[in-house]
């Protein structure tokens, strides 16, 4: 990812002129996604054996919440 969006030179990011500094964290977090789907099956997260869930913290600076939905049958 930080060859795809490198963190600097900070100033290649139109963003970032106002004195934000996390232009590239946006961008990965646009690579990476933001949200996955996953089925509950008796209780447990139905993932098959080599699945994970993954959260990539890009711009680490700010507090972050996440956000669990359950959807019913």
């Known amino acids: 990812l930080d060859e795809l969006a490198p963190h600097e030179p900070i100033s290649m990011y139109h963003h ?12 990965k977090r646009q690579i990476m996604g933001r949200e996955v789907v996953v089925a509950v099956t008796n209780g447990r997260l139905d993932l098959g054996p080599w699945e994970q869930i993954f959260y990539g913290e890009f711009d680490g600076r700010r ?6 939905k359950i959807i019913g049958e």
């Open 63 to 68: 507090p972050k919440r996440v956000l669990v």
């Open 16 to 27: 970032n002129k106002p004195g934000e500094d996390n232009a590239d964290a946006h961008l």
